[in-house]
């Protein structure tokens, strides 16, 4: 067990030694402009602890030539934090250590960098640059996740682990997009060929309008989409998974095309995505999971292939209603499904009322049609 003591000379710290090294547990002072000193009673001081800064109103932090470490949410809503003490012995960043640090700008990761934490600088929304120099070897999830200005990242030709193509952010082979800056103002973007996989929160709030995919696209991580502003979504032809809530929230999503190779559809993939009017969903998809297209409240056409095996609860569930303009509840009109082997029912589809349903005779779906008094059920096989 450490033991905190409060720095001598009238320092504005207090501190814990762990190894010979100082390490920096919370800002007592009041003043603005910070420095960090390199030795507290005689020995280095080697890190900013947890939470050291948070929640102060700090401007300016600077000094501490020897640091290598910061740690978990060390700097968590400083929301005057203008500069960062970004030192070239710096090793590692925490989770956390800089969200909602919004007055923050730039963020110029020097070589000595080998990794930063999850959302170490999430909600930073002033940040409009980040430069990540050689040593970067790791990058946790939502790092950069903002609704900011962040319009480019620069990555160093000599590190070994990241690229950027056009500022935006890849591992160095470019075979997976970590980060697209949310804050660059384009209609279109093409990702570029040989992209594999696109990460969780790669487009998370981004202002882009329509993103194209390659067809080397395997799948896209959770999340990736997430509150964007993006409008239509082309999808490669070889995609076989759509992560947990990919494109909740895109509100202004209209045209989306479900690739042929389509395996899964991930929880919560298009929740609330309002402004969706029809969903083909292809053979090859096997499953849907909950709340995949809940509250798709203009969507008016459904049709599912023969291959789905899964349908989860809630999956274009929107509540029960009867059919009128003004509520946020499901809207269809048609809904087919081509597949013998799925449940479906209220768990799934809530009580739809003026529903035309398309399905086997004898199946849940046919049953669920009954169900409701003025739904229609046509039948896919030929009457007896």
Same mark, same amino acid.
């Given at each position: 067990?450490?033991?905190?003591?409060?720095?001598?000379?009238?320092?504005?710290?207090?501190?814990?030694?762990?190894?010979?090294?100082?390490?920096?547990?919370?800002?007592?002072?009041?003043?603005?402009?910070?420095?960090?000193?390199?030795?507290?009673?005689?020995?280095?001081?080697?890190?900013?602890?947890?939470?050291?800064?948070?929640?102060?109103?700090?401007?300016?932090?600077?000094?501490?030539?020897?640091?290598?470490?910061?740690?978990?949410?060390?700097?968590?809503?400083?929301?005057?934090?203008?500069?960062?003490?970004?030192?070239? *012995? @710096?090793?590692? %960043? /925490?989770?956390? &250590? +800089?969200?909602?640090? !919004?007055? #923050? $700008? =730039?963020?110029?990761?020097?070589?000595?960098?080998?990794?930063?934490?999850?959302?170490?600088?999430?909600?930073?929304?002033?940040?409009?640059?980040?430069?990540?120099?050689? *040593? @970067?070897?790791? %990058? /946790?999830?939502? &790092? +950069?996740?903002?609704? !900011?200005? #962040? $319009? =480019?990242?620069?990555?160093?030709?000599?590190?070994?682990?990241?690229?950027?193509?056009?500022?935006?952010?890849?591992?160095?082979?470019?075979?997976?997009?970590?980060?697209?800056?949310?804050?660059?103002?384009?209609?279109?973007?093409?990702?570029?060929?040989?992209?594999?996989?696109?990460?969780?929160?790669?487009?998370?709030?981004?202002?882009?309008?329509?993103?194209?995919?390659?067809?080397?696209?395997?799948?896209?991580?959770?999340?990736?989409?997430?509150?964007?502003?993006?409008?239509?979504?082309?999808?490669?032809?070889?995609?076989?998974?759509?992560?947990?809530?990919?494109?909740?929230?895109?509100?202004?999503?209209?045209?989306?095309?479900?690739?042929?190779?389509?395996?899964?559809?991930?929880?919560?993939?298009?929740?609330?995505?309002?402004?969706?009017?029809?969903?083909?969903?292809?053979?090859?998809?096997?499953?849907?999971?909950?709340?995949?297209?809940?509250?798709?409240?203009?969507?008016?056409?459904?049709?599912?292939?023969?291959?789905?095996?899964?349908?989860?609860?809630?999956?274009?569930?929107?509540?029960?209603?009867?059919?009128?303009?003004?509520?946020?509840?499901?809207?269809?009109?048609?809904?087919?499904?081509?597949?013998?082997?799925?449940?479906?029912?209220?768990?799934?589809?809530?009580?739809?009322?003026?529903?035309?349903?398309?399905?086997?005779?004898?199946?849940?779906?046919?049953?669920?049609?009954?169900?409701?008094?003025?739904?229609?059920?046509?039948?896919?096989?030929?009457?007896?």
């Amino acid at each position: 067990m450490t033991t905190d003591y409060a720095a001598p000379g009238g320092l504005p710290f207090r501190y814990a030694v762990d190894g010979g090294g100082v390490t920096i547990t919370q800002y007592t002072g009041t003043a603005p402009d910070v420095v960090i000193p390199d030795e507290i009673d005689g020995k280095l001081v080697t890190a900013i602890g947890e939470r050291a800064f948070a929640w102060k109103p700090v401007v300016s932090v600077t000094g501490g030539k020897w640091i290598v470490r910061i740690g978990e949410k060390a700097f968590y809503l400083c929301r005057l934090l203008a500069s960062a003490p970004l030192g070239d *012995g @710096l090793v590692s %960043i /925490g989770d956390d &250590a +800089f969200g909602f640090c !919004s007055a #923050l $700008t =730039s963020v110029p990761l020097p070589d000595s960098v080998v990794s930063i934490g999850r959302e170490c600088f999430a909600r930073c929304d002033m940040l409009s640059a980040v430069k990540i120099g050689s *040593g @970067l070897q790791t %990058i /946790g999830q939502q &790092a +950069f996740y903002s609704d !900011s200005g #962040l $319009t =480019s990242f620069t990555v160093s030709e000599d590190n070994g682990s990241f690229s950027s193509v056009d500022g935006v952010l890849f591992d160095k082979e470019r075979t997976e997009l970590i980060q697209y800056p949310s804050g660059r103002r384009e209609a279109s973007y093409q990702i570029p060929a040989g992209v594999r996989r696109v990460r969780g929160y790669a487009f998370a709030w981004a202002d882009v309008k329509r993103v194209v995919f390659p067809d080397s696209t395997v799948s896209v991580g959770e999340f990736a989409f997430s509150y964007s502003a993006v409008e239509e979504i082309r999808f490669g032809a070889n995609l076989h998974t759509i992560g947990k809530a990919a494109m909740e929230y895109c509100h202004a999503l209209r045209n989306v095309r479900l690739p042929e190779n389509l395996i899964e559809i991930g929880e919560a993939a298009f929740y609330d995505c309002r402004a969706l009017e029809a969903v083909s969903v292809p053979d090859s998809v096997r499953t849907i999971k909950s709340y995949a297209f809940q509250y798709c409240t203009a969507l008016r056409k459904v049709v599912i292939g023969s291959g789905l095996r899964s349908l989860g609860d809630g999956a274009f569930y929107g509540g029960n209603f009867s059919p009128g303009a003004g509520n946020h509840f499901m809207h269809m009109q048609t809904f087919t499904l081509y597949s013998r082997q799925v449940e479906v029912g209220i768990y799934q589809l809530g009580y739809i009322h003026g529903l035309t349903l398309q399905g086997w005779r004898d199946s849940a779906l046919h049953r669920y049609a009954s169900g409701i008094s003025d739904n229609t059920f046509i039948p896919l096989d030929a009457p007896a």
